[in-house]
């Protein structure tokens, strides 16, 4: 495994290149595996999951090529451009000189107090020197466009073998607004993902720059590590010195597409005074970052002067960044949302890079007691709008979603999300279910995310340990994924989504035969589950053993199922544990237990129990 | 504080009796008060959070006499017998010499090769010797016989005074068989709770001995410890050795009712061959745990002979060890289930020592594939009658339900058992999600815990981290205990109980208007919450700062919040940031940042920023 499976914080000078990406899955029973589309450069990556019984399980992966022991990783070359042909030989864009990157770009004109990483200052990206495409003669080259024409791009294609669909499923989806696949054109190693209601749920993991903790390099270790265990988006929300630069390493090597606050890096060049913020400084930060990659980019159009003061009487007022910032500017300036006045031109500049609008709730509620209130359904209604201007430009659309919200209010959020924004994807932060639990806000946000995405939202921003009190480290952002993960999957078993409940079926099968390693290499997480097995068994005896300690050897409620099945069941219906079965046909028979005597006395010497039994 | 505060397992050399429970709180903003009632003996135990602008926050406690200064702890003699004249008053009971102790029930007779801490088996308890209480010839001495003659007991004013509620309403409730208060006559150290759908969500936490690393005395720190955090009840789930003794110790120190499964002693006392159990055997040590104090017992009367055959074609069979038993045990003798077939003598056992009825779901799904089948509601229906059957006889009566459930098939568990089992409160073991994620078993099952108890569970059984891999160590159990009181407070907040939402508002509050302390003190678990603050940012500057660094000293949302207010809301609707406000007045003046400069200094210095922004 590389360094980044020691503690100790990562430093530039203590890694190679190659070691600051999180390279190789946690298990050797995972293998990267390809389906091959209808073209020799379409394939299609996903985790095989080897069992000792000689079946595969295939998995969702979202690792990218690091996870592949043929591909030699080096952040400083960045990743293939696996998507460039696709998009050149559409023919419809072209390659232009492209705005200049400026020393302000980095955060280096001014002399703000926030500080910065000076180490990184001229840490520009190293790999092969690229000018920017975008679309020619206003042409739309988005995936809505494409999708509303008829056409099923390679990324359509790629997606639809990637979930298992028919590809005109998802080009109708597309072209409904229903589903968004978010690929700039400048991002062409991006491996396609689709976020919609009728596809798998999706997570999003958010990284950012540091001056206190991280390097340029040690965010694209976030990123890879983010991925590794499951992000199918990361949003790189860098603030402070080296924004521009710290994004372009992480596009380049990213596998997953990238999310972006512009509103965020404008800040920054007008050194943190949302009043000195205008259309302009704006427009530039956003043409910025079209030509660096961003795949969707959050813009809090929906923050209307006339909105503010309905948010006057609640509990924690505004507590998005993005809606504060705008807030400020339309009381400091007493004029209307330059983001709302200016989103055609907006919306123009987005179509002709494929970038993809996640219209912020700028006004959510920042505590359960201000949940669906006036404020935050009045920005709803105005993301509405929003969103119908866009589509109509061809603009691919997600709406973001609470925040805080008890269980009863949930449901509420996603059907009016639905009915006002015509069903175009949900993106939500949590929501948390209770206000009172700083540091388990993975848990009190979890619960409401995989209740929001049974109902229907589409992609759950993740939410770590650390939410509210500190900056998350690697233990938090993977708890914060794994987290994530469970309620995202939770949903598409409850949505009963095709295959969904393989996965389960599996792991349930290898726990019901006491294949231990199969329990383990098919868990989400499958080092935890090793690392607590092992905690209080020895390893092989226990790993093997056809009883668990909760019965101990004379007495074994999975025993007396597989009796049960044999006695009523001819014991056809499935096959029997491997090796247990004599043991298993003979259940009551003492002497029989005999040939478990070894095992048995190995077992007694751990006392027997491998579980606290549950209430029972 | 204790040595369970540290890491290592603690053992019977390097402790004293006293330092084997976990005493005080967590932070010394919490502080013990009681509610005195309509007699001198009558004092409810409660929570004070103490906050730095003077105001109090009362909390739910269920941590006993252990969090009282007041309170001397020493494990060898017990807690006070805080109900003892109240059940003595009632006139209706009597003392008797009770079943004599014998070997077997520490399991001492056989030469099991599962072992046993030999260490304690002379551990008797050294406390008070005391003989057992039993009702007066054939009277209901139960909380459910007093509520239907109309009596409201002290118990029952006891808990009214603990939920704030009326104890007319207790007492209908528990009449109804709606509510129960576990409370066995000879468990007078307990603190009555009340367990039923129109109250606080309680949530349970499993302990047990385990040869291979607890000792009596640690059993009895598990108890505690997890009492300190939340557990409303603690079930004594032990095997193997020192059954009888343990339990002992745990009854005379617990101030939370005791919940047991018999079956688990009587197939010790047959050596664990579940085919040479019997009615007899059962009903031994079903009398011996009444004498003793047990408040509730998991009784798994539903598994009939004919339900067994259904499981035969499940997934993952029969995974509950008390079905198992039980089917085993039909299985071996072709006859019906003893437990049925003797339930209304057992009914008349319970009932002579107020011992509440947990009726076990011997046919719980062990996998999401056999969630909600016909094994399952089969069992139910037979739940149902059995509920029935107890109340009739004036016996308390609880219902257990799954287990592995998908969110979409949570309702109907809900739905079914309120019809089936005519409202009786419903004890639910998650139910977990997902089978995909052991090593987080705590999250997959802390989300269907929340939903179900929104719809209606009583009270939830906790399942912490380790569950299917290994015994919980003190962070697991405390893990669990937090993830259920989330679980537990989102329904409460849901349910829009009483009062279940000023802790949320505190808490947000708090955040508000910057007060850290109170943020930490009002959290489930303040250690934690200050920990992770402090990992990132030094104490006192960051927790005093009217800014946090998300936004940086030049902007801030909350300030720009307080500004809104003040605009539009002449400031009036609620108290501004202590100290913040002059900041706040000022916002877009740049003269007014300089009385800020210092704390700026200090915060750029720790580069500006606490928070990974939120996805915004």
Same mark, same amino acid.
């Given at each position: 495994m590389t360094s980044l499976d020691d503690a100790r914080p990562a430093t530039t000078e203590d890694r190679t290149a190659v070691s600051s990406a999180a390279t190789g899955? !946690?298990?050797?029973?995972w293998r990267k595996a390809y389906r091959q589309g209808s073209r020799p450069d379409l394939r299609v990556p996903y985790r095989e999951v080897h069992l000792t019984n000689g079946a595969t399980v295939p998995l969702y992966d979202t690792s990218g090529p690091y996870t592949d022991p043929d591909h030699q990783p080096d952040v400083r070359r960045g990743l293939p451009a696996l998507r460039d042909s696709w998009i050149r030989q559409r023919g419809d864009i072209e390659e232009y000189d492209g705005r200049e990157a400026r020393p302000e770009d980095d955060g280096i004109k001014h002399t703000s107090p926030?500080?910065?990483?000076?180490?990184?200052?001229?840490?520009?990206? !190293?790999?092969r020197p690229r000018r920017p495409l975008r679309a020619r003669d206003?042409?739309?080259?988005?995936q809505l466009g494409y999708a509303k024409r008829g056409i099923i791009t390679p990324e359509m294609e790629f997606v639809a073998l990637r979930e298992g669909l028919e590809p005109e499923f998802v080009r109708d989806e597309v072209a409904r607004g229903r589903a968004v696949i978010p690929v700039n054109v400048n991002h062409p190693e991006v491996e396609p993902a689709i976020i919609g209601t009728n596809f798998l749920v999706k997570i999003n993991a958010n990284i950012g720059n540091s001056a206190v903790t991280s390097s340029i390099e040690e965010e694209v270790e976030k990123m890879t590590w983010a991925t590794r265990w499951g992000a199918d988006t990361v949003m790189d929300l860098s603030t402070g010195r080296n924004i521009h630069t710290t994004r372009e390493w992480i596009l380049r090597n990213s596998p997953v597409p990238i999310g972006t606050v512009p509103l965020y890096q404008a800040l920054e060049k007008v050194d943190g005074r949302a009043e000195e913020l205008s259309w302009e400084v704006y427009r530039d930060t956003v043409i910025e970052q079209c030509e660096q990659g961003v795949d969707y980019m959050t813009v809090h159009a929906g923050v209307l002067l006339r909105y503010v003061p309905l948010t006057a009487r609640r509990k924690t007022g505004i507590v998005s960044r993005g809606g504060s910032i705008m807030a400020a500017w339309c009381l400091a300036h007493h004029q209307e949302n330059f983001l709302y006045t200016n989103f055609e031109e907006l919306c123009d500049i987005l179509r002709a890079y494929d970038v993809t609008f996640s219209l912020g709730d700028g006004l959510r509620p920042g505590s359960t007691a201000d949940a669906n209130d006036e404020a935050q359904f009045a920005e709803l209604q105005t993301l509405g709008e929003l969103g119908r201007i866009a589509r109509a430009k061809d603009v691919q659309v997600m709406i973001e979603g609470p925040g805080h919200v008890a269980m009863n209010k949930i449901k509420e959020n996603m059907d009016l999300q639905k009915e006002i924004c015509d069903e175009a994807p949900f993106y939500t932060?949590?929501?948390?279910?209770?206000?009172?639990?700083p540091g388990y806000d993975h848990i009190t946000s979890g619960i409401g995310a995989a209740m929001i995405a049974w109902w229907g939202t589409a992609m759950l921003c993740y939410v770590t340990?650390?939410?509210?009190?500190g900056l998350p480290n690697r233990d938090d952002v993977k708890t914060g994924v794994i987290t994530y993960k469970i309620a995202a999957h939770a949903a598409d078993l409850a949505k009963g989504h095709p295959g969904a409940r393989d996965w389960d079926d599996a792991l349930s099968d290898a726990r019901f035969e006491f294949r231990w390693e199969d329990q383990f290499n098919l868990a989400l997480d499958p080092e935890t589950a090793r690392a607590f097995h092992d905690e209080t068994l020895p390893a092989e005896p226990a790993k093997t053993a056809h009883f668990c300690s909760m019965c101990g050897p004379k007495f074994c409620s999975m025993k007396i199922s597989q009796k049960i099945r044999d006695e009523h069941d001819g014991g056809t219906s499935r096959p029997k544990a491997g090796g247990g079965s004599s043991a298993v046909a003979s259940e009551f028979d003492a002497e029989a237990l005999a040939g478990m005597a070894e095992k048995s006395a190995e077992f007694a010497a751990q006392g027997n129990r491998v579980y606290l039994p549950l209430a029972d």
């Open positions: 899955y !946690p298990t050797p029973a926030r500080g910065g990483d000076l180490r990184n200052l001229d840490a520009v990206f !190293p790999g206003g042409v739309a080259v988005t932060l949590g929501p948390l279910t209770t206000d009172v639990a340990p650390k939410e509210h009190l």
